[in-house]
């Protein structure tokens, strides 16, 4: 793949559908489990009015932004209670360093950890992986997404409790491609949804 210049262009390349493959590793219990979830990724350009407002509820200067992404998922994972779902949207804005643009503060509307509006920290590193560092009040979180190829994204995040409790989650996340197939006996076209990647 080429190298990615920036996190903007690491969010435009992530736009789409994505179906996610998790599992999670609960290490004090030296157990594990796994799960799955739909993932939908919006690119949204720095003028889009929920990157204003983001930038506003955290009292930061919108024409810093340099853009960010709208992120709807829905999954479950396999000790689920009923009732229990693992579900939401999120908004991104990606404010950069003035001296480079592959590191800065990343705005939420909410955190994947607690349903709270939460300013992180994102960094590409060398191997243009796209890093995050979110501190919350009960807890630090790390997470790593990086590219296999243009259908194949992975992911990594590990979870810091201040008592002590660890989590660290691995996920393969393939990009849900449409398909247009003709069919050799019919002139008529059927659209069938491929997950490529893998």
């Not at 919108?62 to 992120?71: E, I, L, S, T």
């Not at 998922?73 to 009923?82: E, L, Q, T």
């Not at 660890?166 to 449409?178: K, S």
Request: charge should be negative; proline fraction near 4%; hydrophobic fraction near 35%.
């Amino acid at each position: 793949m080429d190298k990615i210049k920036d996190a903007m262009e690491f969010f435009q390349r992530s736009a789409g559908q994505w179906r996610s493959q998790r599992t999670t590793h609960h290490l004090p219990f030296r157990r594990a489990e796994s799960g799955g979830s739909d993932i939908n990724v919006e690119y949204l350009n720095p003028e889009d009015p929920r990157i204003v407002e983001i930038c506003q509820m955290h009292d930061t200067d919108p024409r810093k932004a340099m853009g960010g992404a709208f992120v709807s998922w829905d999954g479950s994972m396999a000790w689920d209670k009923d009732n229990e779902d693992h579900k939401g949207t999120t908004v991104f804005a990606l404010i950069p360093d003035a001296d480079n643009p592959r590191k800065g503060k990343l705005l939420r509307e909410r955190g994947y950890a607690e349903i709270v509006p939460v300013a992180g920290l994102y960094e590409m590193d060398s191997e243009d992986g796209l890093v995050l560092i979110t501190e919350y009040e009960t807890m630090s979180i790390v997470e790593r997404f990086w590219f296999v190829n243009p259908n194949l994204r992975l992911r990594s995040s590990t979870v810091q409790r201040f008592g002590g409790f660890n989590t660290a989650t691995f996920c393969a996340e393939a990009r849900v491609v449409e398909e247009t197939e003709e069919s050799s006996t019919e002139e008529t076209a059927t659209k069938t949804y491929a997950v490529t990647g893998w």
